[in-house]
């Protein structure tokens, strides 16, 4: 079977028949439009409402687009993704033939990659790759949770977990940790239920207050075949705020955190969200 290397890209709108002939667009703005297409995922989701809005932008220059003119939109730089290739002859892992929702493809190369200028969180790295699971319930706070969890881990069958962190220039503080199971079935029945049957964490995180449900997290944000429920610490809190999301995907659940001192501002973390999303889609 061919491999899965099809770059991560969000869906793109139909587009109408072309008109009669025109010249060639000069050099200029051909290199405009290939600027403004390469944010079209991350415009989809943060600055259109609507496919018909989306298509509008996609045939408009960067700077006439509000929030695009300028670095000031809160959107990081994140390079071309490209899933990984499969085993030959395994199934991506939403096809029909695939009814575990098993990831074939190296979880590791799964976990999305660092934005331009950060500094990457090299205690994340584990051992070849694979975090110890002792590293990863270091986010909870109180140990009683801690102790749960990790039994919970062990019932249900945990394979591995890979992790990521970085940290961008203006401090926010971004981790990934991608948990694979043996079918989605344990994700959702031991997981995923968790979260979403509470309007708040099933769990405590370190650093973090009380936290409720991410109203502001966009829908047209969502990616198909994929359970996603984010928080938001909600205030008064105390020197940093945290923000949380958790991902049922197939056989792997993901937890991804993003913490700042002052404001952790929002749109960089839904679009963390929305990409690593795409990614394991």
Do not use: C
Not at 96 to 105: C, E, I, L, S, V
Not at 142 to 161: F, M, N, S
């Amino acid at each position: 079977m061919a491999q899965d290397t099809t770059a991560v890209t969000a869906p793109q709108p139909a587009v109408p028949a072309l008109p009669e002939a025109q010249p060639p667009a000069p050099a200029k703005d051909r290199r405009a439009l290939r600027a403004v297409l390469r944010w079209t995922a991350a415009v989809m989701v943060f600055a259109v409402a609507g496919a018909g809005t989306a298509y509008g932008i996609t045939r408009m220059d960067r700077a006439d687009v509000p929030g695009l003119a300028t670095e000031s939109d809160g959107r990081w730089d994140y390079p071309e993704l490209t899933r990984p290739p499969l085993p030959s002859g395994s199934p991506a892992p939403f096809a029909d033939t695939n009814r575990a929702g098993t990831h074939y493809a190296d979880l590791r190369a799964l976990l999305l990659p660092a934005p331009k200028g950060a500094e990457e969180d090299k205690t994340l790295r584990g051992s070849d790759g694979w975090l110890a699971t002792e590293d990863y319930l270091e986010e909870y706070a109180l140990k009683a949770e801690r102790d749960e969890l990790r039994q919970k881990l062990v019932d249900t069958g945990l394979r591995h977990i890979a992790a990521r962190g970085w940290t961008t220039r203006d401090g926010t503080r971004t981790r990934i940790y991608l948990l694979q199971f043996d079918t989605a079935n344990l994700v959702d029945t031991k997981f995923a239920s968790d979260n979403v049957a509470y309007g708040t964490p099933a769990r405590q995180l370190r650093g973090s207050g009380e936290a409720v449900f991410d109203e502001g997290f966009p829908e047209a944000a969502a990616v198909s075949g994929i359970e996603r429920t984010a928080y938001v610490e909600a205030k008064p809190y105390g020197a940093e705020q945290v923000r949380q999301a958790y991902l049922a995907a197939g056989d792997v659940y993901a937890v991804i955190l993003q913490s700042r001192k002052g404001t952790a501002v929002a749109v960089p973390f839904q679009q963390t969200v929305t990409l690593q999303g795409q990614l394991l889609g």
